[in-house]
Nanobody
Framework: QVQLVESGGGLVQPGGSLTLSCQAS????????IAWFRQAPGKERERVSC????????YYADSVKGRFTIARDNAKNTVTLQMNSLKPEDTADYYC????????????????RGQGTQVTVSS
């Protein structure tokens, strides 16, 4: 059974940091690109970052450039998102999803996704 499980969210003050993890099971992570998305209430889904199957980082949203870092460990079937200098506008439900290797910018994720992890940035 294909599963993606996100963890690491929580409540953090502005300027703080969090590291999100996406644990994959039921498929071999190294065959897919992985993207992080986020969605805040009443807003459209936003693609946050994309990392290719070979570890190339191909996309960061302008809103997170210089603050977020995506990485993957294929041996552990895990992709992480290190988030620094968090802002209230980063508050959202974050989830990971896979795409085919040919989708180099992770624009068309598979429908299957994890349950998400909530990030709340507030003082």
């Amino acid at each position: 059974q294909v599963q993606l499980v996100e963890s690491g969210g929580g409540l953090v003050q502005p300027g703080g940091s969090l590291t999100l993890s996406c644990q994959a099971s039921g498929f071999t992570l190294l065959y897919y690109n992985i993207a992080w998305f986020r969605q805040a209430p009443g807003k459209e889904r936003e693609r946050v970052s994309c990392i290719t199957s070979t570890g190339g980082v191909t996309y960061y949203a302008d809103s997170v450039k210089g603050r977020f870092t995506i990485a993957r460990d294929n041996a552990k079937n895990t992709v992480t998102l290190q988030m620094n200098s968090l802002k209230p506008e980063d508050t959202a439900d974050y989830y990971c999803a896979r795409t085919t290797p040919s989708d180099s910018l992770c624009e068309t994720p598979f429908a299957s996704r994890g349950q998400g992890t909530q990030v709340t940035v507030s003082s």
